[in-house]
């Protein structure tokens, strides 16, 4: 339900549960006397809310209670860790800093969903807070969010709630650029001061010295008495200076030290705060130091230090320790808004299989990343890569579209192709020089309309709604204009005169940017400087936009990852050879909101690129699953650390710099909770031949199966049976994932002892009846399984090597469960390895690791033959066409032992991309 009316109503039932914490009392007003809700209604509430008699109906009423307790209901807070009773509370007094800030987002129009994520997530960190650390030392916990998601707003609704609740002193560590620094001290300084009416009066403290004459730098005078209203925040860079300033400064009064009650928000906490220096010889950089020096001072009443961030790797793998920034109290998870688009809805997963949803991702070839690297080195374009001339007409169309639709905000385009500073100013001129050559052309005007109308046919505005079902501002998607608008726009962009068509941010006589109409060429990094000219990325503030949208074509290496936002981010062309989790994830600048142009926005990428983001995906659903699944244990996160360090699934991706996973030298790869499969298959015949041999010679060898359902089962299969058959089992070179087979192996002969006798499965489709016959090449114990059907995903798959995206079926990894008739629906349905090793566990088969196979029909099909008896089947979808079928595996080892535990580490080689450019020897910009 939506209108002022009802905002204002939904903000009592809101304030109402807040106080009463039982929907149901505040759906019947239950605390108040009359015998019907409408007598209560127009008794108690119109009278006290400006309302008239009748204003608001009982059946309005129960259903906005109705409404926003379904919303309620939806929100879930994972936190993993121990829970401070410190009395802390909701504020509800409507001159509280929260309630003012919670109002300033109801007027920014966020979503209901949105506001109660920040609303309930606050105050679950709030929850592990404490005002007085002298006798239990410092609270230290780990907020993890998602790149690009708005984790601002939740620490000024935490800064906020802090605030009401008694904290007196805020700390913002804002990562290490200047500029950047003041951005956030000024937008908190507005989130925090939102009307002027707070009953709290917030005081910024920027850059204290001791050294300093600022008035407001005089220690002596901060109110921070428990009766004060006074609050202070400063926002400082992870600069050696500053944060060294900061220290002194804070100490230099011990009584006024004693009354501080401090909040310590790490933005950004993967970066500079990390000790990346020897642990083992006690050593610690300069920042982490200073950091550590601040957080574990006696002198302080309280000491609270929370780190943020997307990429929590470091934060986890680097020192565990009482005197470390180890997160040892609690990790939180920040849930998305469901207006975000993030790496599920981009790359998909592959467990369980999703297509990815918002279909935006277009393809460089292996030949076009070859060139321009090529290019990068000689210098010379043998000819302009037709991905990047694709990328830089999608630019200009989207400018000119929402051009067409008054939208009046930044227009921009990212061009990443490598981390060297010299390689950007030739990147620059070949753009400058192609968009110069076309410009005026016709024919390049009929290949912008063919490509537009075949953009306009892959990704509708139904594709998008069909991806984001719960999208909060579903109604005002703007569908794609008739070409004629675009190419009106587009010639009068092609017509500018030569120095506004296209030129770096030109400086107007004031020395102020003076943006214009046409297209600016920005250079990002730390070398592009002018005097006449401004080269780095600025964007124009309110006052200084020209008539029509501005647009921006940027390009650069890392000074694009953390903490720039590029506004209305329509086209990106990214080439990235680091294998570092963090460092990439940080690079993707797509991922986000995109109100107002959701359906423009495109990615180039190479394969191997594609690949990795597909990975990562995967990867952080994995770990929010496992926190989640450690929380509801009500375990800690030094329970939870291990869990982190050893997993080895994380083949395909470096997790974090060697000098940031320090802690992880001496805990290696544990293999307990391993859920694997193969998803890439060699199409080399005599492969597949072995692998089939091999595969009928293992299970004849094994006794008699049992026959249930589509699957025969084997149960009480020796460790060495296992081993020695998966010992001649091949595996594709592109299967990351399964690429520690050797070292499983291992594993699996050190554990022999305590690692239960195998279940092996061997899946299939249709009945199984005994009637091999003669059919000698498939013939297991006198049964024929039929083989299971699989096809290609054509963007992940190459001529030679094809990648399936899922092989499994999650109700397999339960088939050799003998209470399976017992099993209930909903477990059935479960997906994830956590909740799967779970349901194991209770029913009895917690211990018993699983080998699954499948043999896979070799899908011999014209592609135009699949898709007229596939109508319904995904685009990005067709037929394996193999020599031979497939044989594929799955490998569930559980988290537990027959008797006493699993040894639990092994050597493994993190990092296998030996060809791959270590860019931690090169200079970053």
Same mark, same amino acid.
């Given at each position: 339900?939506?209108?002022?009316?009802?905002?204002?109503?939904?903000?009592?039932?809101?304030?109402?549960?807040?106080?009463?914490?039982?929907?149901?009392?505040?759906?019947?007003?239950?605390?108040?006397?009359?015998?019907?809700?409408?007598?209560?209604?127009?008794?108690?509430?119109?009278?006290?809310?400006?309302?008239?008699?009748?204003?608001?109906?009982?059946?309005?009423?129960?259903?906005?209670?109705?409404?926003?307790?379904?919303?309620?209901?939806?929100?879930?807070?994972?936190?993993?860790?121990?829970?401070?009773?410190? %009395?802390?509370?909701?504020?509800?007094?409507?001159?509280?800093?929260?309630?003012?800030?919670?109002?300033?987002?109801?007027?920014?129009?966020?979503?209901?969903?949105?506001?109660?994520?920040?609303?309930?997530?606050?105050?679950?960190?709030?929850?592990?807070?404490?005002?007085?650390?002298?006798?239990?030392?410092?609270?230290?916990?780990?907020?993890?969010?998602?790149?690009?998601?708005?984790?601002?707003?939740?620490?000024?609704?935490?800064?906020?709630?802090?605030?009401?609740?008694?904290?007196?002193?805020?700390?913002?560590?804002?990562?290490?650029?200047?500029?950047?620094? $003041?951005?956030?001290?000024?937008?908190?300084?507005?989130?925090?001061?939102?009307?002027?009416?707070?009953?709290?009066?917030?005081?910024?403290?920027?850059?204290?010295?001791?050294?300093?004459?600022?008035?407001?730098?005089?220690?002596? &005078?901060?109110?921070?008495?428990?009766?004060?209203?006074?609050?202070?925040?400063?926002?400082?860079?992870?600069?050696?200076?500053?944060?060294?300033?900061?220290?002194?400064?804070?100490?230099?009064?011990?009584?006024?030290?004693?009354?501080?009650?401090?909040?310590?928000?790490?933005?950004?906490?993967?970066?500079?705060?990390?000790?990346?220096?020897?642990?083992?010889?006690?050593?610690?950089?300069?920042?982490?130091?200073?950091?550590?020096?601040?957080?574990?001072?006696?002198?302080?009443?309280?000491?609270?230090?929370?780190?943020?961030?997307?990429?929590?790797?470091?934060?986890?793998?680097?020192?565990?320790?009482?005197?470390?920034?180890?997160?040892?109290?609690?990790?939180?998870?920040?849930?998305?808004?469901?207006?975000?688009?993030?790496?599920?809805?981009?790359?998909?997963?592959?467990?369980?299989?999703?297509?990815?949803?918002?279909?935006?991702?277009?393809?460089?070839?292996?030949? $076009?990343?070859?060139?321009?690297?090529?290019?990068?080195?000689?210098?010379?374009?043998?000819?302009?890569?037709?991905?990047?001339?694709?990328?830089?007409?999608?630019?200009?169309?989207?400018?000119?579209?929402?051009?067409?639709?008054?939208?009046?905000?930044?227009?921009?385009?990212?061009?990443?192709?490598?981390?060297?500073?010299?390689?950007?100013?030739?990147?620059?001129?070949?753009?400058?020089?192609?968009?110069?050559?076309?410009?005026?052309?016709?024919?390049?005007?009929?290949?912008?309309?063919?490509?537009?109308?075949?953009?306009?046919?892959?990704?509708?505005?139904?594709?998008?709604?069909?991806?984001?079902?719960?999208?909060?501002?579903?109604?005002?998607?703007?569908?794609?204009?008739?070409?004629?608008?675009?190419?009106? $726009?587009?010639?009068?962009?092609?017509?500018?005169?030569?120095?506004?068509?296209?030129?770096?941010?030109?400086?107007?006589?004031?020395?102020?940017?003076?943006?214009?109409?046409?297209?600016?060429?920005?250079?990002?990094?730390?070398?592009?400087?002018?005097?006449?000219?401004?080269?780095?990325?600025?964007?124009?503030?309110?006052?200084?936009?020209?008539?029509?949208?501005?647009?921006?074509?940027?390009?650069?290496?890392?000074?694009?990852?953390?903490?720039?936002?590029?506004?209305?981010?329509?086209?990106?062309?990214?080439?990235?050879?680091?294998?570092?989790?963090?460092?990439?994830?940080?690079?993707?600048?797509?991922?986000?909101?995109?109100?107002?142009? $959701?359906?423009?926005?495109?990615?180039?990428?190479?394969?191997?690129?594609?690949?990795?983001?597909?990975?990562?995906?995967?990867?952080?659903?994995?770990?929010?699953?496992?926190?989640?699944?450690?929380?509801?244990?009500?375990?800690?996160?030094?329970?939870?650390?291990?869990?982190?360090?050893?997993?080895?699934?994380?083949?395909?991706?470096?997790?974090?710099?060697?000098?940031?996973?320090?802690?992880?030298?001496?805990?290696? %790869?544990?293999?307990?909770?391993?859920?694997?499969?193969?998803?890439?298959?060699?199409?080399?015949?005599?492969?597949?031949?072995?692998?089939?041999?091999?595969?009928?010679?293992?299970? !004849?060898?094994?006794?008699?199966?049992?026959?249930?359902?589509?699957?025969?089962?084997?149960?009480?299969?020796?460790?060495?049976?296992?081993?020695? %058959?998966?010992?001649?089992?091949?595996?594709?070179?592109?299967?990351?994932?399964?690429?520690?087979?050797?070292?499983?192996?291992?594993?699996?002969? &050190?554990?022999?002892?305590?690692?239960?006798?195998?279940?092996?499965?061997?899946?299939?489709?249709?009945?199984?009846?005994?009637?091999?016959?003669?059919?000698e090449k498939w013939n297991i114990h006198g049964y024929n399984p039929a083989p299971v059907k699989r096809t290609k995903l054509k963007n992940r798959s190459t001529d030679d090597i094809v990648s399936i995206g899922a092989l499994r079926s999650p109700r397999d990894l339960m088939a050799d469960v003998e209470v399976n008739n017992e099993i209930n629906e909903d477990e059935k349905k479960a997906y994830g390895t956590s909740k799967l090793l779970s349901i194991r566990e209770k029913y009895g088969y917690g211990d018993v690791?699983?080998?699954?196979?499948?043999?896979?029909?070799?899908?011999?099909?014209?592609?135009?033959?699949?898709?007229?008896?596939?109508?319904?089947?995904?685009? !990005?979808?067709?037929?394996?066409?193999?020599?031979?079928?497939?044989?594929?595996?799955?490998?569930?080892?559980?988290?537990?032992?027959?008797?006493?535990?699993?040894?639990?580490?092994?050597?493994?080689?993190?990092?296998?991309?030996?060809?791959?450019?270590?860019? !931690?020897?090169?200079?970053?910009?």
């Amino acid at each position: 339900m939506s209108g002022i009316k009802y905002n204002k109503t939904k903000q009592l039932v809101e304030s109402m549960y807040d106080s009463y914490s039982d929907w149901e009392k505040v759906k019947n007003l239950s605390m108040f006397g009359g015998d019907t809700v409408q007598e209560k209604l127009n008794n108690y509430i119109a009278p006290f809310h400006n309302m008239k008699k009748d204003e608001l109906t009982e059946k309005e009423w129960k259903e906005i209670v109705d409404e926003l307790s379904t919303i309620e209901e939806e929100i879930e807070v994972t936190k993993l860790g121990r829970r401070v009773n410190n %009395f802390a509370e909701i504020p509800s007094s409507k001159y509280s800093t929260w309630k003012m800030y919670e109002n300033k987002l109801i007027r920014q129009n966020w979503s209901e969903r949105s506001i109660n994520n920040i609303r309930n997530s606050s105050f679950e960190i709030l929850k592990s807070l404490s005002m007085d650390t002298r006798e239990d030392g410092p609270v230290k916990g780990l907020v993890i969010g998602n790149v690009q998601s708005g984790k601002t707003a939740n620490m000024a609704g935490l800064m906020a709630m802090a605030a009401d609740n008694g904290f007196n002193y805020f700390i913002i560590l804002s990562g290490v650029i200047e500029k950047l620094r $003041e951005q956030t001290a000024g937008r908190l300084y507005d989130d925090m001061n939102v009307s002027g009416t707070s009953h709290l009066h917030w005081h910024q403290i920027d850059k204290p010295s001791i050294k300093s004459n600022i008035p407001e730098h005089d220690i002596s &005078k901060l109110s921070l008495s428990s009766r004060s209203k006074d609050k202070y925040f400063t926002v400082s860079l992870k600069n050696k200076t500053r944060l060294r300033n900061l220290f002194k400064w804070l100490t230099s009064d011990e009584n006024k030290a004693a009354q501080m009650k401090i909040l310590v928000i790490d933005d950004e906490a993967d970066q500079a705060s990390v000790n990346t220096k020897d642990i083992e010889e006690e050593e610690k950089t300069a920042i982490n130091e200073l950091i550590n020096d601040l957080v574990h001072y006696e002198g302080f009443a309280g000491m609270n230090y929370i780190a943020y961030t997307a990429t929590p790797y470091a934060n986890v793998l680097n020192e565990v320790g009482d005197d470390t920034l180890y997160p040892r109290d609690f990790i939180t998870l920040l849930e998305s808004s469901e207006d975000y688009i993030g790496p599920k809805q981009i790359f998909g997963m592959e467990e369980p299989e999703t297509i990815p949803s918002v279909d935006i991702v277009r393809d460089i070839s292996d030949y $076009e990343r070859d060139s321009v690297r090529k290019y990068q080195k000689d210098g010379i374009f043998e000819e302009f890569p037709p991905s990047l001339e694709a990328s830089l007409k999608w630019f200009l169309i989207s400018l000119a579209a929402l051009r067409t639709m008054d939208f009046s905000k930044p227009v921009s385009m990212l061009i990443h192709t490598s981390f060297r500073v010299d390689h950007h100013q030739l990147i620059a001129d070949n753009i400058e020089k192609f968009l110069k050559k076309i410009k005026g052309s016709e024919e390049m005007i009929r290949q912008m309309k063919t490509l537009y109308l075949a953009e306009q046919n892959k990704y509708k505005r139904s594709d998008f709604l069909s991806a984001m079902p719960s999208y909060s501002t579903s109604d005002s998607v703007p569908d794609y204009p008739e070409w004629k608008e675009v190419e009106y $726009e587009l010639r009068y962009i092609m017509g500018l005169d030569q120095k506004e068509y296209i030129s770096h941010i030109p400086i107007g006589e004031e020395g102020e940017p003076a943006f214009h109409e046409g297209l600016h060429l920005v250079i990002d990094n730390s070398r592009a400087k002018a005097d006449d000219q401004i080269i780095r990325l600025v964007y124009p503030n309110e006052q200084q936009l020209p008539n029509k949208a501005p647009a921006f074509i940027v390009i650069g290496g890392n000074t694009l990852s953390r903490g720039l936002t590029l506004e209305g981010l329509v086209s990106t062309y990214f080439l990235r050879t680091t294998n570092q989790a963090d460092t990439l994830m940080q690079m993707g600048r797509w991922f986000g909101y995109r109100k107002k142009y $959701e359906l423009f926005p495109r990615v180039w990428l190479d394969r191997l690129a594609y690949e990795r983001y597909g990975f990562l995906s995967q990867m952080n659903e994995e770990l929010r699953e496992e926190i989640k699944t450690y929380s509801t244990n009500g375990l800690t996160p030094s329970d939870f650390a291990p869990r982190v360090k050893n997993s080895p699934n994380y083949q395909l991706i470096r997790i974090t710099s060697n000098n940031k996973m320090q802690s992880a030298r001496e805990v290696e %790869f544990n293999f307990a909770g391993y859920n694997s499969q193969t998803i890439y298959f060699d199409k080399n015949i005599d492969t597949l031949r072995s692998n089939i041999e091999e595969t009928k010679k293992f299970l !004849n060898r094994l006794q008699s199966p049992k026959a249930r359902s589509t699957n025969l089962i084997w149960e009480g299969v020796s460790n060495r049976s296992v081993k020695d %058959f998966l010992q001649k089992y091949v595996v594709c070179s592109m299967d990351k994932k399964m690429s520690n087979l050797s070292e499983l192996i291992g594993w699996i002969e &050190k554990n022999s002892e305590t690692l239960a006798d195998w279940s092996v499965i061997l899946s299939s489709t249709g009945e199984l009846n005994k009637d091999a016959g003669d059919n000698e090449k498939w013939n297991i114990h006198g049964y024929n399984p039929a083989p299971v059907k699989r096809t290609k995903l054509k963007n992940r798959s190459t001529d030679d090597i094809v990648s399936i995206g899922a092989l499994r079926s999650p109700r397999d990894l339960m088939a050799d469960v003998e209470v399976n008739n017992e099993i209930n629906e909903d477990e059935k349905k479960a997906y994830g390895t956590s909740k799967l090793l779970s349901i194991r566990e209770k029913y009895g088969y917690g211990d018993v690791p699983q080998l699954l196979i499948y043999r896979v029909d070799k899908g011999n099909q014209t592609e135009e033959s699949y898709r007229e008896h596939h109508k319904d089947n995904h685009a !990005n979808r067709a037929p394996l066409n193999f020599p031979e079928d497939i044989i594929g595996i799955n490998i569930l080892i559980p988290g537990k032992a027959k008797k006493g535990n699993l040894a639990t580490y092994i050597s493994a080689r993190v990092n296998r991309l030996d060809d791959e450019v270590n860019e !931690n020897e090169f200079r970053e910009d």
